[in-house]
């Protein structure tokens, strides 16, 4: 495993790095993600901080949702480590966070930072998950996978199981039944995980085990939600006679389905289509909408705010 | 109004068959659909009718509910009026209709017929009404419009009442009250239609109305059904956090908001949209996804079947 | 003229202060633009200038053309007037420029500022300038129209004319003939216009002319440049085979259809499509890709860089 | 291999007849396309040749291009093997053609017709060719692969290598050199298939070959054709500052880049795009308009005509 993904992880930060430096020269990226009570003249602080250590700015967005006095704010930046190294940028962005009593502040350099460490979990179908192990394969998922989880077993010859031997990552199979959804195992498997992918787990975490995780989780539904929440959205859809389908990728809570949208797409259904063709197209949705999801998530492109709602910068 | 109308009409028609006999010369165009229990060789016949009077098929849409025997289609063709007389085509079609004991057996030959004859209903807001209008004046909108009826007064100077009163179309402000519908008075006013149009008409018509009107009525919704039923479908999106809202023409029916879906249009939302974009995006929407579904009407693509679904050939 | 002009004015002013206000209550939106050799520090200097007057930032959005030393910027912040006065703003904005030596510093409060005067430049036909006049009557178009100028005569009781009169809109028609462009009498009527849109005029203008104007000309060309240049592009896409057509919206330059790309739609075409359809589907395309031109235009968000690019923020 | 690809073809057809039986029980689905003269009554005895033997018919697709009197047709039915046997079918429509001297007539029955065989030819970039290789793998490409063949070296280990051994896909290297085309080799290599798919072939393929060769062959070019053809598009379309770049598959012709174009896609680009983020948005078009090609032309979707154009129904 290690060889495997160290090779991807090193290829894909030469990537980002060449890709990057075209622009600017030996420069690395940065990216800044700030939330804190509205003030005046926080980009002003913010902007200042970066420039004063020789950086540049290449873009600021700023969100004050309405009516409420909340700042979010993501900066990308390009910075010469010699001149301000990864230790120091994290501390003056602390020392600011501090200064303006930030609920939160990150910073990530996708050139020199780990790889954020995910785990999938899914159930019966696979069109997702491997769908993200492709991309994972193919450099486009900039993250590690620790471990797949399913409550299904596959047969040793399924592709996915050749796929996971190959690149040695371990498929922990967690059968279900009344009472027992093996929670615990599950947060053991996952704890040393940034966040997890759940890829058609067809399971409800409970609210103890979201507690215990503590970090965020991202689901894809197939459906347009909040339409056709829970079981089988693809009939649902079929007998309302729509003439669009879609794909949701949210943060999962408490309450099904309901937790806040990242990413939504659709696509067109005619009277042609039947209840397999909806669901055809309804995966091929879903795969573009999880990975899209996963990628911003990587980007610090995705803030949750309110209960409901999503800054996606 | 004579003047006008009949202006955009005839135009309409060199129009339509300047566009047509571009592709083949001296011929009109036709249109049939059918809809009738589903046996071997029904298109083998209609075909076989439009040949033999020297008609050319231009093509045939065929479709069959799954585990359905009802069949639909609808044919164009082309065909020389002098060798096939506008009486003669129908009473062919008749008879194919009474072999196959059809349901339905429309013809039209846009070219030659009347258009259809349409009313349009509204409340306070104009957007869509004014679109219609605008469109039809720019003849894209195949109909004669006998009158727009509103249960909402207009100021003399408004563009809406100056637009209609140069082009001679009757205007009815019929106020309504708690136990006050005016739909009585409605009926007269629409008696002479061929279909009604619902351009954001915020009234609920009775199931005796809709039956004893016993014709088609398009209704445009603001929401991407059947989420957002109701009223303000905007609101409820926007606090639901979506990332795509949507608008949806349908057919209406007693049930509030779930009659057949003819179209439906998204467009993407994000955290900087607010309530008020969120309005002008869906205003955007509806009036392209009224006209979409009147038009497509006009062109006898849409029929409605079993009780929640339309083909759109 | 006033009259009509003055309401949409008026009207458009409290839509946009409105639309504003909704977000942060008593201020006003200041937008701001920026060009000047790239440095270290401008995002800075520019938002702890906004800051220093209680000004609050909504976006900044930067852009550093690859290899080049060149900074581009467009910031929008609300303001409260009573603290910042639109002519200290200006002057804090200059001093800014200077220390900067910008080659480029344009700021402009919509809710304030007296709307961009525009001249429209069309020819035989009319599709893209009714568009024009009914957007702006719906108020989608933040400008004030000036007056229009073709090279074909129209006649008095056709839509166009009565519109313009109705709304005291000059019409000039100013026919052209071998060795008579009539470049001088236009140049003379849109002397007091902040821009030109060219709604299909057919005429290929000077380089004189453009230098003697010395403002931005917009264009809207019917193919997807740099393919299907010059005439009847429709007709070469058609011939082409494409199975998508487009429409153009880019600046005037001396070379035809060759000056920097604003913004370029695309519809998808098939067999079915004759050439009557092709056109008709591309006016469709013309008149959207032209207003979202001139909209981005007066919001600041369109930059030239390079001999033919632009920033698009 | 033959393992492999009989394991994909059988659950492919259990997929298709699942699918299909779905909407008509025991019944398979056929495919037929027709080109001849057009004369009155093609569609009349076609319909009515299928009906004879109890075969129902689920759409007629008939295009006859302005101003040629050449017919071209698609239609698709369901019928009962054991009444219409595929042999008595095949012979059925020979009758036909013959009647209408038709230059075209084929038939398929994709649950019993043995697929597509092809040969995929590649040079360096390999993510059309892996696309290709996934969803074959997913059986989302009705073909069988009889070999991939480059004129570039692969190392053992990639990712393409390793996938082809363990699939049994053979893999010839066919390295080039000024006046060594090994268009022999190729020849012989490809004798067994239906059609040859180049996916980012960057050798232009001789009017020689062509015409040996004998058969369609699929190619994708990145950019939106007429337009950047040849080398480097993308380099073409970032110079040009367009604000759409696109895919184009299309026949291969003797004449670069101009043959008859089978499918188009377009995505948005912006100045913030650099050559790099060009290239991966373009690749992404490809893999999808590709594919798409494919499938169009396996289901008897793609016909050319006149000399640039193509049918796709």
Redesign the interface.
């Known amino acids: 495993m290690v060889g495997a993904q160290a090779r991807a992880s090193s290829s894909l930060r030469r990537a980002a790095a060449?890709?990057f430096s075209?622009?600017?020269s030996p420069f690395f990226r940065g990216i800044h993600v700030f939330k804190c009570p509205?003030v005046?003249?926080i980009?002003?602080k913010l902007?200042?901080c970066?420039?004063?250590k020789?950086?540049?700015?290449?873009?600021?967005?700023?969100?004050?949702?309405?009516n409420k006095q909340i700042f979010y704010s993501r900066s990308e930046f390009s910075f010469d480590p010699s001149r301000w190294p990864r230790d120091v940028l994290e501390s003056d962005f602390q020392r600011l966070a501090k200064h303006f009593s930030a609920e939160r502040s990150t910073v990530r350099v996708p050139d020199l930072d780990p790889r954020y460490k995910i785990a999938v979990l899914a159930s019966k179908q696979d069109?997702c998950l491997?769908d993200l192990l492709?991309r994972w394969?193919?450099q486009r998922l900039p993250v590690d996978i620790n471990c797949i989880i399913s409550n299904h077993p596959r047969a040793p010859n399924t592709?996915v199981i050749?796929f996971l031997e190959?690149h040695g990552i371990p498929f922990h199979c967690l059968p279900t039944a009344p009472g027992k959804k093996g929670e615990e195992e599950i947060l053991k498997l996952v704890e040393d995980t940034d966040f997890l992918v759940l890829a058609r787990y067809m399971q409800i975490l409970s609210g103890g085990f979201l507690q215990a995780y503590g970090k965020d989780i991202i689901n894809i539904h197939h459906g347009?939600?909040?339409?056709f929440k829970g079981g089988n959205p693809s009939r649902q859809a079929f007998?309302?006679?729509?003439?669009?389908i879609?794909a949701t990728s949210h943060f999962v809570t408490e309450e099904l389905d309901a937790g806040?949208?990242?990413?939504?797409?659709?696509e067109r259904v005619?009277?042609?289509d039947?209840?397999?063709?909806f669901v055809m197209k309804s995966e091929n949705l879903e795969k573009q909408c999880l990975s899209q999801a996963i990628k911003s998530y990587c980007e610090l492109r995705v803030l949750p705010?309110?209960s409901?709602?999503?800054?996606?910068f």
Chains 1, 2, 3, 4 share one sequence.
Request: glycine share 8%; proline share 4%.
């Open positions: 060449r890709a075209s622009s600017t509205d005046v003249g980009v002003a902007s200042e970066i420039a004063s020789g950086g540049n700015i290449h873009c600021v967005d700023v969100f004050v949702p309405e069109h491997v492709h394969q193919d592709h050749r190959r347009l939600l909040p339409s007998e309302a006679g729509v003439k669009l879609g806040p949208i990242i990413e939504q797409m659709v005619s009277h042609k039947n209840l397999t063709s705010y309110e409901r709602k999503t800054v996606v």
